[in-house]
């Protein structure tokens, strides 16, 4: 099953090639690696391929679709949790399997977001290089004592549990929004209307999936409902969150603080060395002169353990559908 792995870096090759020799595949398995990140130009690149595997990035839309069809690629191999970047309507039209893998270590994203949260609050990347300079005031440095102040998770599937948790077992008040309640969550946190955990909390942590409906879900009228100083924090989705008023709210300084690891933009940055180039993108370089703002690029479900688990469940994806068997992780196509 010869397949095209897109937004290939050396780590997608190492873990995929290790979970192939692990899972000693009864049928010949061959993943053909390219650093480019799949678009309407790169399509091509999966010729005489049955699969492709692709990452957030990856634009799989209708004309994206439509040319990897024509090629005979019948198989699409998501190497992560969302697939908001997939033409599910057209994909379905087309006859394609899809599959994800729905869960990878949550822990690791949600220990991510309290990374960012501790890294902000304490300043310990403002830390890091005024020590290494000698220089060891503490003027700037001052964080809050999280014990007993409020996080508000915004989706509390899989990694918003996983992070209500860590939070909790700091001596925070946990409040939670979700449509669609769990009791694991009750255990541990209070559910509240968007508006209320808005209102109420210090940290808003934000894990739910990207749809129509979450489409900059903290938008002007939203960060405006949110306590003065409070904290935001996005591990999950870039449209989850509208740029220009998440500026607006720091410029204001009604936003205390803004951590994120996604950006609505990202598929132009991520995942790419652009140090030695010119960044066009204007909200995000506004962005990087705030003090108060921190930036990760997408690496919330980077360890080691995560990898593992996703080259794993994606080689079985695969093998379902060499097989022709039901996959348990294949996206529901309309
Ligand atoms: P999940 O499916 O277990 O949980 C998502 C939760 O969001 C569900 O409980 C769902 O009911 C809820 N939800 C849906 N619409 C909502 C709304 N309007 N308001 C509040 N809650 C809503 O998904 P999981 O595994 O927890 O992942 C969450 C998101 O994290 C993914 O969609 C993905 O975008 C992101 N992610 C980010 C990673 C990173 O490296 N930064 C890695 C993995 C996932």
């Not at 000693?24 to 492709?52: G, R």
Request: aromatic fraction near 8%; glycine fraction near 8%; hydrophobic fraction near 45%.
């Amino acid at each position: 099953m010869r397949t095209a792995v897109f937004s290939a870096r050396p780590y997608d090759r190492r873990f995929l090639e290790e979970a192939t020799q692990r899972a000693d595949a009864a049928w010949p398995v061959e993943f053909l690696y390219f650093d480019a990140t799949l678009d309407v130009h790169t399509a091509a690149l999966a010729q005489d391929c049955e699969a492709v595997c692709v990452f957030v990035n990856d634009r799989l839309d209708a004309p994206v679709l439509q040319a990897l069809h024509a090629l005979g690629v019948r198989a699409i191999l998501l190497r992560c949790a969302g697939f908001n970047n997939v033409d599910l309507a057209m994909a379905g039209q087309l006859g394609f399997f899809v599959a994800r893998v729905p869960a990878y270590s949550p822990e690791a994203v949600a220990e991510h977001a309290l990374a960012l949260v501790m890294t902000l609050n304490r300043h310990t990347h403002r830390a890091y290089n005024r020590v290494r300079e000698g220089n060891f005031m503490l003027d700037g440095l001052l964080g809050r004592t999280l014990y007993g102040t409020t996080v508000g998770i915004v989706g509390t599937g899989k990694i918003g549990l996983a992070t209500g948790r860590i939070f909790k077992g700091m001596g925070c008040t946990v409040l939670g929004h979700d449509p669609y309640p769990s009791s694991a969550f009750d255990a541990i946190g209070a559910y509240v209307a968007l508006d209320d955990l808005l209102a109420r909390a210090d940290i808003v942590s934000l894990h739910c999936p990207l749809t129509p409906d979450t489409h900059h879900l903290i938008n002007t009228t939203s960060l405006a409902r949110m306590k003065p100083g409070a904290m935001l924090v996005n591990t999950s989705r870039g449209g989850l969150v509208d740029t220009h008023a998440v500026i607006g709210a720091l410029k204001a300084r009604h936003l205390g603080h803004l951590a994120i690891d996604v950006y609505e933009q990202e598929s132009a940055l991520f995942f790419q060395d652009r140090s030695g180039e010119i960044i066009d993108d204007d909200a995000f370089q506004r962005l990087m002169t705030f003090p108060n703002v921190l930036v990760t690029g997408h690496q919330g479900f980077f360890t080691v353990e995560a990898l593992q688990e996703i080259s794993e469940i994606t080689l079985r994806n695969l093998g379902d559908f060499a097989a022709g068997r039901p996959c348990a992780n294949a996206v529901p196509l309309p």
